[in-house]
């Protein structure tokens, strides 16, 4: 079977979105739906990164069936040496970008901290466990982490939540980053938990698609687009069942918090991630509708890792040399401050589009 177009798209999907919420114009003239929710609920930018992580996790498995889930010391090397040089480029970033601060005061979580610390646990699990263990795995983490929160302070925005406390024991409040005064970390220690078991999901999906694969080994179109059709399926348990807890976590228990990455925002992130992901299967792989759109953000999730790195490198730059601000000033003069900051970020993200295709057109490949 050919690779599936779909995810390729939906990590550029993913890519595009995390390039346009981070990098406005005027940090303070956005539009609501490209802000995070303050602590409680949900916008449409705390998709981004949970999505981005889903297709991390969906990729984990597609990779070691190259090696046939071999669980030896050559693939364990491998996947730990790739865990240690994402962790140590996110820790470069934020120096770089934290005007090269007195290493007392880096932050030590990040974004890419995160993607390595939960590719490497869960692409490790993948060598030596089955869906069925890693998914019940997953629940479990889901589980305690649920009552952990719920009996410390969990879901009080202030440095006693068991996060932020966590965080200051075993990091140090200098190595946290500040939201509205709080030393509260998104991507802090005990909220990492949750975020394996997220990409634990995302891999359990990916497993289940290459057994079905397997199961049924199409031949022809036919036999593909009822492989393609049993995996969409298998999404309707899960999603409902998402939903369901989602809903009655909102009675006051459990609410959907990002920063925290709470159990109900794992459910319902996973579950929009899924469905995008069916919706994309089914558009692409089976009914082949593709063309220029579809071509853009493959280009663009090409090679995700490069590009971010790029955008931090090219954002810090555009901030010190003063481009952002005439940028966003020049299209003030026209439109409101809101308009002229996504703008900005449109250009921002189309700017480094090109990059991705100057790279796509050479056939660069770049794999940490």
């Not at 996110?90 to 995160?114: A, E, N, T, Y």
Request: hydrophobic letters at 50%.
């Amino acid at each position: 079977m050919k690779r599936l177009t779909s995810i390729d798209i939906l990590r550029g999907i993913a890519l595009a979105g995390m390039l346009l919420v981070n990098n406005p114009g005027d940090w303070g003239h956005i539009y609501a739906p490209l802000e995070h929710a303050p602590f409680i609920g949900l916008t449409p930018t705390d998709l981004v990164f949970p999505t981005f992580m889903f297709v991390m996790g969906f990729c984990i498995p597609l990779s070691l069936q190259k090696t046939g889930f071999q669980a030896s010391w050559q693939n364990i090397r491998r996947i730990l040496l790739r865990t240690l040089v994402i962790f140590s480029v996110g820790l470069f970033l934020q120096w770089m970008s934290s005007g090269w601060c007195d290493l007392s005061h880096l932050r030590i979580p990040g974004v890419l901290q995160r993607l390595a610390i939960c590719y490497g646990v869960v692409a490790i699990l993948c060598l030596f466990l089955n869906q069925t263990v890693l998914g019940s795995m997953a629940v479990i983490i889901l589980v305690i982490y649920s009552f952990i929160l719920y009996f410390n302070q969990g879901f009080e925005f202030s440095e006693a939540n068991i996060c932020a406390r966590v965080d200051h024991l075993l990091l140090g409040a200098d190595h946290l980053y500040i939201d509205n005064g709080v030393r509260l970390d998104p991507e802090g220690i005990l909220s990492t938990l949750p975020s394996i078991a997220h990409v634990m999901f995302a891999a359990v999906f990916s497993l289940t698609f290459l057994k079905l694969k397997s199961e049924q080994s199409p031949q022809d179109q036919a036999a593909e687009e009822k492989l393609f059709r049993t995996f969409i399926k298998t999404t309707g348990a899960f999603v409902i069942t998402s939903v369901l807890i989602t809903f009655l976590d909102q009675i006051e228990t459990f609410p959907i918090s990002k920063k925290v990455w709470s159990t109900s925002f794992v459910l319902i992130t996973t579950s929009i991630a899924r469905l995008l992901l069916n919706g994309l299967i089914w558009l692409v792989d089976i009914k082949k509708w593709t063309g220029a759109w579809s071509k853009f953000f493959v280009i663009f999730g090409r090679n995700p890792l490069l590009l971010y790195i790029i955008s931090w490198i090219t954002a810090h730059l555009f901030g010190r040399w003063g481009v952002t601000w005439q940028v966003y000033s020049f299209f003030g003069q026209y439109v409101s401050a809101e308009m002229a900051s996504l703008i900005y970020a449109l250009l921002f993200v189309l700017f480094h589009w090109l990059i991705a295709f100057a790279l796509y057109k050479k056939n660069v490949r770049f794999r940490a």
